[in-house]
């Protein structure tokens, strides 16, 4: 089908940034993506709140693509601004990706499934497609794993671990609604007011003291009553609201024991989640004062997944690290100390945040492929950070910028050199240290 320098399998918000990323350094760059849209759970799953965890002055972020993302829809009416981070309208952030994509040059392919890798030994040459145009090679010298789940990693023999599916981070079906009295709703919601702490098994004090939009009363007095069972595990996080008496996202389907590279787990979890929004639904216009004549508005298009394969890479990311402000030499951008995953919640509001190693990147015994999201490599605690949308930006400038710095010094990923990954970096406005 095609020959490019960098390829990028994934257009998620690790997979936009990386092919971003890579054009802007100059690279030509091609991004492939299975849906009919870029912004993977940003768009397929409805989540706009990207970095919810900005709500105090003193929390920092890399810069970069991921807070583009956020001032690109702010500049067109796109997106509301709570706290200090602005939560997408994630309809429009289609269009806004697919403007992106366009002006940094990078050629798109939509509704294309990677199914398979090309290798000489152990380095990788490109990729075999599958699409409605048959099945196709793109070639390339260097290529980026966005897939979420290390497909292309598994597929070119790298290792990679995964744990026992009842032990994996919960499946999302996300769903909106209509019709909301929005005065009420907002009312009720402050006079039975949840912190973060609420939701984490593991939370400090400062946690008992920021707000949270955790909803659980509505889907107990259902369970109560006999109309959802009681071992479905349901509890709302809802980001934004509109004039018009919307709620675009509710984030209350919580499902364990799937294992998303398992794709009679996919199928299963999505009708199964389709269910479980429709007992939220009619459990929220009974017991949650605002929902009264409000009605579904939108399933999310794709399962929302948190966590499944990980790299083995060249280093391994700790939750010691996440916690304990880690300096690393082959920084490729920072994140805050913040964790959401695991049963643990830490709130980034001190200002502390550790640095993303380029090593988390690379997984090991094949040459010439990066790994950008939520896949790289890293420990249970660490992951709860990794996963985050706004760190898998982070990964994926990072990958983006290494893999076409790494194509004009003539090397290998492995052997690029950081100090120029690195100032290439802070041009395109990423913060290193």
Partial sequence: ??????????????????????????????????????????????????????????????????????????????????????????????????????????????H???????????????????????????????????????????????????????????????????????????????????????????????????????????????????????????ESYWGSFTDAGEIPNLNAIHMSGFDATDVRDLTRAEIEGRQQVMWAVAALKKYAPGFEQARLRTIGASLGVRESRKILGDYHLTGHDVLNEARFEDSIGIFPEFLDSNGIAVMPSTGRYFQVPYRITLPQNVENLLVAGRCVAGDRISHAATRQMMCCTVTGQGAGVAAAVSIEDGVTCRDVAVPRVQAALRRQGVRIE
């Fill in 1 to 110: 089908m095609a020959e490019t320098e960098v390829l990028v399998v994934g257009g998620g918000p690790g997979g936009l940034s990386a092919a971003l990323a890579a054009a802007r350094a100059g690279a030509k760059t091609t991004l492939v993506e299975r849906h009919g849209c870029f912004g993977g759970v940003i768009t397929q799953s409805m989540v706009g709140t990207i970095a919810w965890y900005r709500t105090r002055e003193a929390t920092v972020d890399a810069g970069g693509i991921g807070v583009e993302f956020e001032q690109r829809a702010k500049a067109m009416g796109a997106s509301l601004e709570v706290n200090r981070y602005q939560v997408l309208d994630t309809e429009v952030f289609k269009f806004i990706a697919d403007r992106m994509v366009q002006e940094a040059g990078v050629v798109p392919l939509l």
């Fill in 112 to 234: 294309c499934q990677t199914v398979g890798v090309i290798l000489e030994g152990r380095t990788l040459r490109g990729v075999i497609t599958e699409s409605k145009s048959g099945r196709q090679a793109i070639l390339a010298e260097r290529v980026i794993d966005a897939t979420g789940d290390a497909d292309l990693t598994h597929r070119a023999g790298a290792p990679f671990r995964i744990g026992p599916k009842q032990e994996l981070e919960g499946v999302t079906v996300n769903f909106g609604c209509s019709g909301v009295d929005l005065a009420r709703f907002i009312e009720y919601v402050l006079k039975n007011p949840s912190s973060v702490a609420d939701w984490g098994d593991e939370s400090g004090e400062k946690e008992k003291a920021e707000f949270s939009t955790y909803l659980v009363e509505p889907f107990d007095k259902a369970k109560a009553a006999g109309e959802i069972p009681r071992d479905v595990r349901m």
